[in-house]
């Protein structure tokens, strides 16, 4: 456990920024596009990550990759962080300015440049809301199908920096299998690109995939190449409901095994359930322990081959009622109201801590098991949803940041979830990050010799460490944050 | 995992008179950290989307209310602009899957601005200072707010002309502005109303009339088109004497002692009436109408009142919906799209009986209108406050409908209606479109 202390305070004392700086900034994207009244700074002193909140000196807001490049230049000769952000969806504290600094907020890049049809790709801004991605392309017949909770808030600069996940991960895979290249700002304002629009392309080392992922501590994206794909013909949903956690989650290993792969499955525990119900008002029987929600996508004759034959497997492996959407439109809704659960969830207590921990879809029962067994253990409240199909559970604490020590006995739970994560072969995040929230942890996942590497490889983009600092591994080279163990 | 920032270092160097005088603890911190800021808002937002801006989201606004409530924010020019910049749509509460009660919360943090500023600022200056601004050196909107100054004098709404921060500037320059106000209503007309209308057929209700103030003065004849569909389904009409504005306007301006005030005077009004359903047509009145008992929080005898009042108020499309379905003799043969009213779709979660209401005219061809419940940037004084956002607000909106080629763009709320009339005008389409409020147009096809 640590605590952040202070951080504020000395930050206001070093005024990153003189006034001459600010000034030079200015004449880089206009008095408009700069804030730092306190109001506004306070607004971006947050993310979607529970407790976490740190002031930046100043927002700035670019439009080009050009203002991004001199912003960069200037920061980096005066050592002040950047932090890179698009709609502060982020679930790590990746986007929080723990060091104070600038945050450079990416929103302005919303273009969609080009959809091309004989390559299959989309170039776009960062900035771009996903939800508005996926209108763009499925006009025309495509389909770009990382689908994050978020998606109609987030952006995919943030999806490409967090490589975020979805819904339909199973199926389609996950942000970084859809990345092909990328434009991108170095720290002294150097304005490169990697990858592009061949499907093979194994010329050096795979940059794209290396910016991926990596939080906003290498460098600023500023434009990004997609991949696409044709638009499923069809799609169909259908939900199943259990009496208990277990028969869901071998449910989704049975259909695996079966040689299905649908787009979707996801779990819903009883919690959950209940305050998906109570937002979305679909009328789920809520006397039930789970359900899974479960879509496949595809030419009609196999979607229908395969949805009856995911129910027939449900009810052989103990399902109380299965149950297939009438319309696409319920099928929709219902989607729609799983990606709200983590907010819903916010519904129940005043502060809802949500972790990723994965694991290999097969072990899927037994981390189910191992997370009521240490609610249980902890004494913490938490639901459990998520994306069964991939084995990326969502168990979430409903707790009160006011309560500190509830907030450490939640502390505990989570770190025990970890590990028993890892002992079953999975991971710390799935989908989420690292983030300041679990760098921590990291060295569990990627030992020490994995974050010296890590660390020589983020000196080698960013020497002066003015991208997103204290984000991924603790960083030793800025003194203004206060580690205790 | 979760890690603990303090931030008790980062209080601005502000002296803070607000706890001294516990004004703080008028926010309802539990409902604040209800707000688990993932953003879910943003896109509903008409502000966050016009401006991208974070501080002009609802996640922000409430992190802003957070700061102050903490003390790590001071309550100050700034914030109050924050605060009042929103337009008080609540799209927000609808896109929430947390159902944070935005609405409450923004009032709240209105009020505590207004009350802040009376206590530490007696003369007023910012607000004032802010109304000077935005309002003076622009001859349309002066226009445009003597009219609904008119319209609050001639309909006896001195307590909030005298207590808001817009009616603040009232009594000085009341004669210069009622120079550029149209004769839009006659007095006379309105105290010749009958206060009865009778049933045709079986009476199904007795129905008292919300007839609202400016909605009163302003739009007499919808008033009465309500009654006389309302009395067509079967309800005997009242028009109850001595109700007043239902403080909706002062709820959202921060001036709950005023709000609070009128809705006694409402309630005991109606509870004299003994009627069956408390009608009204104003999107914006109705879900105050409906949100009594949250002003009556510390006082438990005004909240049984304010509850038994609450369980009968209807908008008029609700009960309307309810009732046996209207015949209709004139055939409209027109193409008609429907504006929601934010406070009738937010706010109270009307929005099919409308909709199923205009397509019941016989030669109807409806026309659903993208993003229809979002807000048109009226919202009640905020085009004279806010002047440009709300106009580019409107501008986008009117986009859409264009879009729809609707010979009629229909509204719940007199608001809207004025807002959707003048932006008919700025998008070219004046003899093309006609903005008309729903009980008008099916009052016409009777």
Redesign the interface.
């Known amino acids: 456990?640590?605590?952040?202390?202070?951080?504020?305070?000395e930050v206001?004392k070093e005024t990153l920024i003189t006034p001459e700086l600010k000034q030079q900034f200015i004449s880089i994207v206009g008095e408009k596009w700069y804030?730092d009244?306190?109001?506004?700074l306070?607004?971006?002193?947050?993310?979607?990550?529970?407790?976490?909140?740190?002031?930046p000196d100043a927002v700035i807001?670019p439009q080009t990759t050009q203002e991004v490049a001199e912003i960069l230049k200037l920061a980096n000769e005066h050592l002040i962080p950047i932090v890179p952000r698009g709609?502060?969806?982020n679930l790590a504290?990746s986007t929080i300015p723990?060091h104070g600094g600038i945050v450079l907020?990416m929103?302005?890049f919303n273009q969609i440049y080009e959809i091309d049809q004989q390559n299959l790709t989309a170039t776009i801004g960062p900035g771009v809301?996903t939800a508005d991605l996926h209108g763009a392309v499925e006009a025309v017949g495509l389909f770009y199908p990382p689908d994050p909770g978020?998606m109609?808030?987030?952006t995919v600069g943030g999806n490409m920096a967090q490589c975020a996940g979805g819904m339909r991960g199973l199926k389609y895979g996950v942000t970084k299998d859809y990345i092909m290249g990328l434009e991108y700002v170095l720290p002294t304002g150097e304005i490169m690109r990697c990858g592009g629009k061949n499907v093979k392309d194994v010329a050096g080392y795979d940059m794209t995939r290396l910016l991926v992922g990596s939080e906003g501590t290498l460098a600023v994206v500023t434009e990004i190449t997609l991949k696409l794909v044709p638009l499923p013909e069809t799609k169909r949903t259908l939900v199943a409901y259990y009496a208990n956690l277990v028969d869901a989650a071998k449910t989704v290993e049975k259909i695996i095994a079966n040689k299905i792969v649908p787009a979707t499955m996801e779990f819903l525990d009883q919690g959950t359930m209940k305050v998906v119900d109570?937002?979305a008002k679909l009328n789920l029987p809520l006397d039930m322990k789970s359900m899974l929600l479960i879509e496949q996508d595809g030419p009609e004759d196999v979607v229908v081959r395969d949805i009856e034959k995911i129910a027939e497997i449900a009810k052989q492996e103990g399902a109380v009622e299965v149950k297939v959407a009438d319309t696409l439109e319920e099928g929709a809704k219902l989607l729609a109201a799983r990606r709200?659960?983590?907010?819903?969830l916010?519904?129940l207590r005043?502060?809802?801590?949500l972790?990723d921990a994965t694991v290999p879809r097969s072990r899927l029962a037994e981390i189910v098991q191992e997370v009521e067994r240490i609610a249980e253990k902890y004494q913490v409240d938490i639901c459990t949803f998520g994306h069964a199909g991939d084995g990326n559970l969502h168990p979430t604490c409903m707790t009160?940041?006011?309560n500190q020590e509830e907030?450490h006995r939640?502390?505990q739970a989570?770190?025990e979830i970890?590990e028993a994560a890892l002992r079953l072969g999975g991971t710390i995040t799935g989908e989420h990050g690292v983030g300041?929230?679990?760098m921590?942890?990291l060295h569990l996942k990627v030992g020490e010799g994995g974050i010296e590497l890590m660390k020589r490889i983020k000196e080698a983009f960013d020497p002066n460490n003015i991208m997103n600092p204290g984000k991924m591994f603790p960083s030793s080279t800025r003194r203004r944050l206060v580690v205790k163990k | 995992?979760?890690?603990?920032?303090?931030?008790e270092?980062?209080k601005?160097a502000c002296e803070s008179n607000a706890t001294k005088n516990g004004l703080l603890s008028k926010f309802n911190m539990?409902e604040i950290?209800?707000?688990?800021?993932?953003?879910?808002c943003?896109?509903a937002c008409p502000t966050y989307r016009q401006t991208?801006?974070?501080?002009y989201s609802p996640r922000?606004r409430i992190?802003?209310m957070k700061?102050v409530a903490k003390e790590?924010?001071?309550i100050d020019a700034?914030?109050e602009k924050?605060m009042f910049a929103c337009l008080g749509c609540r799209a927000c509460e609808t896109a929430?899957?947390?159902?944070v009660p935005y609405g409450s919360l923004i009032e709240t943090a209105r009020e505590v601005v207004v009350e802040n500023e009376k206590q530490t600022n007696p003369k007023h200056v910012f607000v004032k200072n802010l109304v000077f601004k935005q309002l003076f050196p622009h001859p349309k909107r002066m226009k445009l707010l003597g009219t609904a100054l008119w319209a609050a004098q001639a309909s006896g709404l001195q307590s909030l002309a005298a207590k808001t921060g817009l009616m603040r500037i009232l009594p000085r320059e009341m004669a210069e502005m009622q120079q550029a106000v149209d004769q839009i209503a006659s007095p006379r007309e309105r105290k010749s109303r009958q206060t009865r209308m009778n049933p045709e057929g079986n009476k199904a209700y007795t129905v008292g009339m919300f007839t609202g103030c400016i909605m009163d003065v302003m739009f007499y004849e919808t008033n009465q088109a309500t009654a006389k569909l309302l009395s067509k389904a079967g309800c005997e009409i009242y028009f109850v004497e001595e109700q007043a504005c239902c403080g909706a306007l002062h709820a959202h301006s921060g001036e709950m002692p005023g709000a609070v005030e009128l809705a006694k005077r409402n309630i005991e009004a109606f509870e004299k009436a003994n009627v069956d359903y408390i009608v009204n047509n104003a999107g914006g009145c109705g879900a105050a109408l409906k949100e009594y008992h949250h002003w009556f929080h510390d006082d438990p005898e005004w909240m049984e009142r304010a509850l038994r009042f609450v369980s009968k108020v209807r908008d008029a499309n609700e009960l309307l919906a309810e009732l046996p379905p209207l015949t209709f003799n004139k055939p409209l043969n027109a193409r008609i799209t429907y504006q929601d009213s934010c406070h009738l779709a937010h706010g109270q979660g009307v929005r099919n009986q409308p909709r199923s209401l205009l397509r019941s005219i016989p030669g109807v061809e409806f026309v659903e209108l993208k993003n229809a419940d979002s807000c048109c940037g009226s919202a009640g004084i905020y085009n004279l406050t806010n002047f440009d956002m709300s106009m580019d607000i409107l501008d986008d909106k009117m986009e859409h409908v264009k879009n729809t080629k609707a010979h009629y763009i229909v509204t719940s709320n007199p608001g809207c209606l004025l807002q959707m009339k003048q932006g008919i005008h700025r998008a070219g389409l004046d003899g093309q479109m006609e903005a008309v409020h729903i009980m008008d147009l099916l009052s016409r096809a009777l």
Do not use: W
């Open positions: 456990m640590y605590i952040l202390e202070n951080i504020q305070s206001k804030l009244s306190p109001n506004e306070y607004a971006y002193s947050y993310d979607a990550t529970p407790i976490f909140q740190s002031m807001i709609s502060g969806t504290a723990v907020n929103n302005r809301v978020s109609r808030i987030s109570d937002f709200a659960a983590l907010s819903a916010s519904r005043p502060t809802t801590i972790e009160d940041e006011r907030i939640v502390e989570f770190a970890f300041a929230a679990k921590n942890y | 995992m979760s890690a603990e920032m303090k931030l270092d980062f601005p539990d950290l209800n707000c688990m800021h993932c953003g879910f943003l896109p991208g801006l974070e501080s922000g992190a802003l700061g790590q924010l001071p700034e914030f924050n929430c899957p947390a159902g």
